[in-house]
C-alpha cells in the first residue's frame, strides 16, 4: 500500500442502544442447616447498564423464564446426630377435644442408636404434642340455642348422621348446626397449653363461620391449605393483618376460586382480597421454618349473582344428593348445579344409588348427570341406569343435572 496515501488515524464516538436488562445474583448467604441439607438464599436483582452504571429495574423487564433460582441447596457436613420420636399416642378422650403426644429421642447416624440428648441440642425439634378430636360428643338433653354458629370441619370430626342429628338443619350449607357458643372459664394448666396448640393445627381444615381470624403461622409443613366456605348468596373478602413471607426464598400466598386466581407475596399486610363467590381456598407455601401469614375473613351479600336458583352448595362429611325436579311452568334450558366442599386434607366419593336417564345405549337424548373435579377440571359424563362410584383428586367437586 505504499505508493498510496495513507488515512489519518482517528477515532470516532459511537453510542449504540442499551444493553437489554439481566438477571444479576449474589454470592449464597449462610446455610440455614448446620449439617446435613439445608438452603441458602441467594439475592436475585433485575438490573441494566445505562451510561456505564448498574441500574436496578421492575422485574418484569428481565426474562421470566431465565430467572434463577432464590434459593440453592447447600450441604456443610454430613449431621452425626438427629432427633427421632415415636409413634404418636391414642387421643386423651373419647370424644370431643384432646391431645396426643410422642416420645423424642436423640439417635446417632451411625450406631442407628439412642444417646445422650445433649448431643442433639443443637438442632431443632418438632413439636411433641398435638391437639385431637374424637368426635362429637352425645348430647345430653336440651335443645340447640337459637343463636347457633357454624363450627370449623376439621378432617378428625364427623358430623352426626341424618338418623342421629337433630332435625334443626342450616338449608343451605347441609351441615347440622351445632350448639350455641357458651360462657368458658379460662382454662387452666394443660387445657390452657391445649388451647394454644389448637390454633397451630389450622392446616387441612374447612371454616364455615361468618368470620374469623386463620393464624398460618408457625407451621411445621412447607405447605399449608385452608378452606373458606360460605352458603350460596354470599361472598368472602380476606384481609392480610400480618405477613413474614420470604419473597426472595420463593415463599408464596395462593388464593383460588370458582371465579378467582390471585398470588402474592410483597406487599400483602393490609391488602384485600374478594373470592366473588362463597368458597374460597388458601394455599401457603414457606420455605423457612416459622414464617407465614395471619389471616381475617369476612362474608356478606354476593354483588352478583353467580349461581342458579336450584343450585345447591354442601359441605361436611357425608351427605345426599337428590336430582332438582323442575316443574313445567319453570324456566327450560336451566343446568342445576350441586357443589361440593370439603376441608383440603380431604377427598370427595360420589355413589349414584339409584339413576335412571333414559334407554340404556342412546347416547343422542340430553338427559345425563356430569360430574367435574374441580382441582384438575376434568369432567365425566354417565347416560342411562349406571349405578356409578366416583372419587375426586381434590377437596371440591361440582354435579351438573342436565334436562
Not at 329 to 356: H, K, M, W, Y
Request: aromatic share 6%.
Amino acid at each position: 500500500c505504499q505508493p498510496v496515501p495513507k488515512p489519518e488515524s482517528r477515532v470516532e464516538v459511537c453510542e449504540l442502544n442499551p444493553c437489554p436488562p439481566r438477571w444479576k445474583v449474589t454470592p449464597a448467604g449462610p446455610c440455614s442447616s448446620s449439617c446435613g441439607l439445608g438452603l441458602a438464599v441467594q439475592l436475585v436483582t433485575c438490573v441494566q447498564i445505562l451510561h456505564g452504571q448498574e441500574v436496578l429495574q421492575e422485574e418484569h423487564l428481565c426474562p421470566v423464564a431465565e430467572k434463577p433460582l432464590t434459593s440453592v441447596p447447600c450441604v456443610i457436613r454430613t449431621c452425626s446426630y438427629e432427633w427421632s420420636f415415636s409413634e404418636w399416642s391414642e387421643c386423651s378422650t373419647s370424644c370431643g377435644n384432646g391431645i396426643q403426644t410422642r416420645q423424642d429421642f436423640c439417635l446417632s447416624s451411625l450406631t442407628h442408636k439412642p444417646v445422650n440428648p445433649l448431643f442433639c441440642r443443637h438442632f431443632p425439634k418438632a413439636i411433641v404434642v398435638r391437639g385431637c378430636s374424637a368426635g362429637p360428643c352425645p348430647v345430653q338433653g336440651g335443645t340447640q340455642s337459637p343463636g347457633a354458629q357454624l363450627q370449623p370441619v376439621t378432617p378428625a370430626t364427623h358430623l352426626p348422621t341424618a338418623a342421629a342429628a337433630p332435625e334443626h338443619r342450616h338449608k343451605d350449607l347441609g351441615v347440622p348446626l351445632s350448639a350455641g357458643p357458651r360462657e368458658q372459664t379460662k382454662p387452666s394448666g394443660g387445657e390452657e397449653d391445649t388451647a394454644k396448640r389448637s390454633f397451630l393445627c389450622v392446616c387441612g381444615n374447612l371454616f364455615l363461620n361468618a368470620t374469623g381470624i386463620i393464624n398460618m403461622t408457625g407451621m411445621e409443613s412447607r405447605d399449608c391449605t385452608v378452606a373458606i366456605g360460605r352458603p350460596l348468596r354470599e361472598e368472602i373478602s380476606v384481609t392480610i393483618l400480618e405477613s413474614s413471607l420470604n419473597c426472595t426464598a420463593g415463599e408464596i400466598l395462593l388464593f383460588s376460586g370458582r371465579m378467582m386466581w390471585r398470588t402474592g407475596c410483597r406487599k400483602l399486610p393490609l391488602s384485600l382480597i374478594n373470592s366473588r363467590t362463597n368458597t374460597l381456598i388458601v394455599k401457603q407455601r414457606v420455605v423457612l421454618p416459622g414464617n407465614g401469614v395471619i389471616l381475617q375473613y369476612n362474608s356478606r351479600t354476593a354483588t352478583k349473582k353467580y349461581y342458579q336458583d336450584c343450585d345447591q352448595q354442601l359441605f361436611g362429611p357425608q351427605g345426599e344428593i337428590v336430582n332438582p325436579v323442575q316443574f313445567p311452568a319453570e324456566r327450560q334450558g336451566v343446568v342445576c348445579r350441586t357443589f361440593i366442599t370439603v376441608a383440603p386434607r380431604q377427598r370427595i366419593s360420589i355413589r349414584a344409588l339409584n339413576a335412571d336417564l333414559g334407554p340404556e345405549g342412546n347416547q343422542t337424548h340430553f338427559n345425563y348427570i356430569l360430574v367435574r373435579d374441580v382441582s384438575t377440571m376434568k369432567t365425566v359424563v354417565f347416560h342411562g341406569k349406571q349405578q356409578f362410584l366416583w372419587q375426586s383428586t381434590g377437596s371440591q367437586a361440582e354435579i351438573e343435572f342436565h334436562e
